[in-house]
């Protein structure tokens, strides 16, 4: 068979390396850290930096196709990369991806709704962003944060006072997103194969905890036209991108069950760990296959479930975990259970109902 590259050796490299071998592939992964979670999977690391191009150049000459597993690649390796090997997903949807206000301008252009957002530059700039919003809101970094690092919250505050609040955020780009007072949150997990065709999982409804993932629940507690709003909406995204491959795609649902768009991932999501339990096909199997220009298979659920992430010591509770029956255990083979770190996560499995 041939072998996919993949950058990125951590969870979600390690859940694509395993998939990969199931359906007969070899894997490569490009990954500074040598004991990393995808390391025990995969038939081979390149171990150096995700833009130093020998070994980009190594992993192109190895790979019959070239993946990643997290959206912050380098846009110029991952362009690089492209020119000598097939790069799926597109590295356009990583540019995307990279910075919030791309990725709002974006869906925004292909009439996907976002929250109403500023670019913030200074503290000038925030107070008069949060004027605007009557003082509340969520101010982000632009680019690199995940699991709510990088944010800073406004509610029902004086719109002034906020000298050196850039400095803190590390005088980067930021953006001033408006406060969505959401009912809930859900996320669609949705592939294109190499042929267009689009094949998008039952939306999740997930409770974030300290910033990070908590739960992930299906079937979500929303109006069927909702969720078949936010598949097309997923669907949307994948052509307008030419994408191949997996996305997640996060929503805020108001309380008239329409539907605001957070943010995009282009790889594999928390979020669709469940598939692993629930359906036939799993997000990480869809994925190779849609890389691999093989048929997509079917997204459909035969449970419900839910999903929960283990962070930290949580792992302590693996042996009782391990008592229940309908529960598929997923550990990352990560030695140390460090503060907020993921380790693993679990699927409880009920009879649909
Ligand atoms: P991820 O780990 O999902 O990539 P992230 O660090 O990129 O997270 P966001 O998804 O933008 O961060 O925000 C984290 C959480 O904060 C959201 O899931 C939501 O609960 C809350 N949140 C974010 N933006 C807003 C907003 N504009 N209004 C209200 N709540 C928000
Ligand atoms: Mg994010
Ligand atoms: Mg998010």
Redesign the pocket.
């Known amino acids: 068979g041939s072998t996919i590259g993949i950058i990125g050796g951590g969870q979600l490299g390690r859940m694509l390396a395993m998939a990969a071998a199931r359906l007969g592939y070899r894997t490569v992964i490009l990954e500074p850290q040598a004991a990393c979670p995808a390391a025990q999977v995969a038939n081979r690391q390149i171990t150096a930096a995700y833009d130093d191009a020998a070994a980009l150049a190594e992993l192109a000459a190895a790979s019959a196709v070239v993946t990643y597993e997290f959206e912050n690649v380098p846009v110029a390796a991952a362009s690089a990369l492209a020119a000598k090997v097939t790069v799926y997903p597109p590295p356009r949807a990583l540019e995307v991806a990279q910075d919030?206000v791309a990725e709002k301008q974006f869906l925004n252009g292909i009439g996907i709704k976002t929250?109403d957002?500023r670019t913030v530059d200074n503290d000038d700039e925030l107070t008069a962003a949060l004027r605007e919003f009557s003082g509340s809101?969520?101010l982000?970094t632009r680019r690199m944060?995940?699991?709510?690092?990088?944010?800073r919250?406004f509610r029902n505050m004086e719109t002034g006072g906020f000298a050196g609040t850039c400095e803190a955020m590390g005088n980067v780009p930021l953006i001033l997103?408006?406060?969505?007072?959401?009912e809930r949150?859900v996320s669609v997990i949705a592939a294109r194969g190499l042929d267009g065709a689009v094949a998008a999982y039952d939306p999740a409804e997930?409770i974030?905890r300290d910033?990070?993932?908590h739960t992930s629940t299906l079937p979500a507690a929303i109006r069927l036209e909702t969720a078949a709003a936010a598949q097309a909406a997923a669907a949307k995204i994948l052509s307008a991108l030419d994408y191949v491959g997996v996305i997640g795609v996060?929503f805020?649902v108001l309380a008239d069950g329409s539907l605001?768009a957070?943010?995009i991932?282009p790889r594999v999501h928390?979020?669709g760990h469940w598939t692993e339990a629930a359906c036939v096909v799993s997000q990480f199997e869809q994925h190779i296959r849609a890389i691999a220009g093989l048929p997509l298979g079917n997204p459909g659920r035969h449970s419900n479930c839910v999903m929960e992430n283990l962070i930290g010591d949580d792992v302590l509770r693996v042996p009782a975990l391990l008592a229940e029956p309908d529960l598929m255990l997923h550990l990352y083979g990560k030695a140390e259970a460090r503060p907020g770190r993921k380790m693993g996560h679990f699927t409880r499995i009920s009879r649909r109902g």
Do not use: M, P, W
């Not at 944060?145 to 944010?151: A, E, F, P, V, W």
């Open positions: 919030r929250a957002f809101g969520i982000k944060g995940y699991d709510g690092k990088g944010q919250v997103e408006s406060f969505v007072a959401f949150e997930n974030h910033g990070i993932l996060e805020f605001l957070n943010e991932a928390n979020s």
